[in-house]
Every structure is written in structure tokens, then in C-alpha cells.
């Protein structure tokens, strides 16, 4: 166990936060979508840990970060489709997966041995200040054990990582609040591995057709592990009631009985992702017999919403 710090944004934060990551320590940072477990991406200890921190299967490849797409340019091979969507959607909620360049300094670890590398440019002003300290790249899952529900919150860090990592900056509640979309360009035909807030219809103008991978596509992300992003009780989906025992989570007009949460009275689908995974936590009290959803729609950010609450929901290992 370490000491874990909890640090309010300053220009001193930042450059302990950065220091520490030089060190080959750990720093939790909050991004638009979800806070990051940050480590030295050219360090493999550092990588190494965090895989420990997190008890993840270390199959799982990790993103790394960086404060701009010119720094990202050093690590992959762009060509002219993924610099294009580079330069209209970074930074933001994309993940970009291409090939590793020949000179590239992130460690195979992270890339899992892949010879592809996922690399992001968030938007958030506390992660870019911290990327461009550290001045290297930041591997940076979600910083939650893994499987568990992700952080949008400092608060959520500390409840699951106390004791795993050197410091946590605090940067308020994510505004996206689902992990970024990772999109596949290493190949012919772009794919969307994981579903975000940068859907298919945003990109194809730019790209033209992009494939969504589902089961038994090529790339264990955690997205396809059967379970993921879970709390600790049952989840049931498309719910329009909620059974006895049950907790229930409303959307627009399903609202469910007195004292019930809901992700979005408005059914505005911005709003239900930023609620998602802090409704999922405070709905995850002991007594209750499990958490009941009412039905998302299936368009823009609802695709990302509904991919989140199939993984709560999925069988437990
Ligand atoms: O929003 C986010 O992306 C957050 C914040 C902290 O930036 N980070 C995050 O990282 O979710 P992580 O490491 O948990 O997500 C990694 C995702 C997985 O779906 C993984 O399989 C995929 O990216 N991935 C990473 N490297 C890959 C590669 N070389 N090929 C294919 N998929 C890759
Ligand atoms: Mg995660």
C-alpha cells in the first residue's frame, strides 16, 4: 500500500502529478469522459503497475494519451484518413488505433504485443496541462478495478484505488462520462471497437462506411468481456417497472415509482452518459435484490449507453 493524495487543481499540483508519472509512479487524472489511471507509457514498470493496480487481465491493451495530435504523430502511422480525423475530432473522445511507428517509445506492454498502438488527445483542460508536464506518453485505462463500474468522479478513484496510486488530481465530474470511442485504422476498413460520444454518423462524412465490431471481433477489448463495467448487484435491462426488491434507473417518460433515480427526466442522451456510471454507483446499495433500466434508444450516444449496460448486465465470471 501507498499513501494516495488527493490534490485540487493548481500549477503545483500538476507539476507533482507530472513529476510523480516521471518517477514511474501513478496519477489518477480526471478527462472528459472518465478519470484515467496514468502511467509512464514508455515505462514499462510503470505500465506494469498499473495492470496490478487495476488486477486487469493483461491481455487487454492500454490507450495511451497525449496533449496533442503532433505527439501522437510521433508514436503511430498516420496516413491521410487518420490525420483527418485526428485533426476534426482531437482533442476529444477518440481513440485512434493505428500502427506503431518503427521508432515508437510505448511499451509493448501497453500495446499488448499488438503491433498497433491506441493513442488520444482528451479535451479536458487538467489532463492536457498534465500531459504536456509529463511530456511523455500517459497510459491511462479507466481508473477503477477492473470490471468494476468506471469513475467520473475523484471520489469514485479514492473508493476503488485508496492505497494503489501516488496521487489523484481532483477535477469535478467528467462531462461525457463513457469512456472515449476507439476507432480501428490499422486496417482497410475502419472499425469502431468500442462505442462513445464520436458515433459512425459523425465520422462518415469524413471516412465513408465505419463497420461497429461486435462479438468475436478480432480485438479482446473490455468491452467484450461478457461482463464489465458492473456494480455489485444483478442489472436488468429494458425495464419498465421495477420488480420487487429491485432499484429502479428511469429515462424520459419511464420513470418508475417514488424516490426511483433516472438517468435523464428530459431524455436527453448527453445527460444520461454523464449520469450513467454514478447512478449505477449510488444504486449499488446493500438490501436492494438488484437495479432495474428502463429502455435507451438505440441512436447517437444512446449506441454507447446501451454497449455499457449490456456489460452490467452480462453474466457474472
Ligand atoms: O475514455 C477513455 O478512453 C479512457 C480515459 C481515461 O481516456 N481510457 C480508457 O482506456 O478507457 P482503456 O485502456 O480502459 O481502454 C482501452 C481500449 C480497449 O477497448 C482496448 O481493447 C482498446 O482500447 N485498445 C487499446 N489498444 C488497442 C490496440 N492496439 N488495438 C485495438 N484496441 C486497442
Ligand atoms: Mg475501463
Redesign the pocket.
Known sequence: MIETRVLKPSDDAIREAADALSRGELVAFP?E?????GGDATDDRAVARIFEAKARPSF????S?LPDPESAFDHGMFDDRARMIAEAFWPG?L?L?VPRRGDCRISLL???G?D???L?V?SHPLASALLAAAGRPI?????NPSGRV?PTTAEHVLAGLDGRVSIILDGGPCSVG???T?L?L?EEAPTI??P?AVTADMLEPLIGAVGVAGHGAK??????LESHYAPGLPVRLDATAPGPGELFLGFGTVTGPEGSETLSAQGDLTEAAANLFALLRSLDRPGATGIAVAPIPETGLGIAINNRLRRAAAPRA
Do not use: F, K, W
Open positions: 478527462t469522459t472518465v478519470y484515467g489511471l487487454n491493451p492500454l490507450i494519451h473522445p481513440t488505433v501497453a500495446s499488448a499488438l498497433t498502438v491506441a488520444r482528451p497510459a491511462a485505462p479507466s481508473a468506471s463513457l469512456e472515449s476507439v480501428d490499422s471497437l468500442r462513445g480485438i479482446a477489448a473490455p468491452g467484450m
